[in-house]
């Protein structure tokens, strides 16, 4: 089935340790998104691509980065992460802007 | 950038009709409105999208007046299962510098 995967699943990191997390998408879709959930909070975007046009939300931290190879993968980087960036993080795609967005099961980050 | 309000929180019984209303008073000429469903540990799953009058699927209507300042998600004979957070979501159907915000969401809980 035509899906968005995300890996892993979990990820445990140390604070400051760089850690990259992982999006595929067998959709095809232009768009790719990452949103960053805390608990009991709704997602929040950090950034989306279209194709390979990047946007950044104004107050997305500079700690985090975002890179997309190709059509199907899109990767996220925290480049130090604090304790504040523990949370889930999203990742979603839809075929054009502001269409129906497919959402994979997220990467919950824990960071020690 | 439209900025949707909902309530925190609505209780229903099972086979009642649900209805979540969202506010977005300053939503834009070629703004969308769509509703999100989100279970814990999941990432939210689209329910439906309008623009206008209303809109219905298999799984919800949606209402939107003609001034289009707010919309409101029905969701027929509610069962346990629809126990989520929904989110209302406006954005453009365009790639023209937009950002999607999602609302705080409403946590809806069915108890039979």
């Known amino acids: 089935d035509a899906m968005v995967i995300q890996n892993p699943r979990y990820q445990v990191t140390q604070f400051g340790k760089p850690v990259t997390l992982s999006c595929s998408q067998t959709l095809n879709h232009n768009v790719m998104y990452w949103y960053q959930q805390k608990s009991s909070q709704a997602p929040k975007l950090l950034f989306h691509?279209?194709?390979?046009?990047?946007?950044n939300e104004a107050d997305t931290p500079d700690n985090f980065q975002s890179r997309r190879p190709n059509t199907s993968f899109c990767f996220l980087d925290i480049r130090s992460p604090g304790l504040g960036d523990a949370a889930m993080y999203l990742c979603?795609?839809?075929?054009?802007?502001?269409?129906?967005?497919?959402f994979g099961p997220g990467t919950r980050l824990t960071v020690l | 950038l439209a900025k949707t309000t909902q309530p925190v929180s609505m209780d229903s019984y099972e086979g009642q009709e649900v209805n979540i209303t969202c506010s977005h008073n300053n939503i834009a000429t070629n703004d969308y409105i769509t509703w999100y469903q989100q279970f814990p540990s999941q990432g939210p799953r689209f329910i439906i999208q309008?623009?206008?009058t209303k809109v219905t699927n298999e799984v919800a209507s949606l209402f939107i007046p003609a001034d289009r300042k707010s919309s409101t998600l029905s969701l027929p004979r509610v069962s346990l299962s629809d126990t989520a957070v929904y989110y209302c979501?406006?954005?453009?159907?365009?790639?023209?510098?937009?950002?999607?915000?999602f609302g705080k969401g409403t946590s809806l809980l069915v108890t039979p």
């Open positions: 691509y279209y194709d390979k046009d990047f946007n």
């Open positions: 979603a795609t839809s075929r054009d802007a502001g269409g129906e967005q497919f």
């Open positions: 979501l406006v954005a453009p159907n365009s790639n023209s510098g937009y950002a999607l915000n």
């Open positions: 309008g623009y206008k």
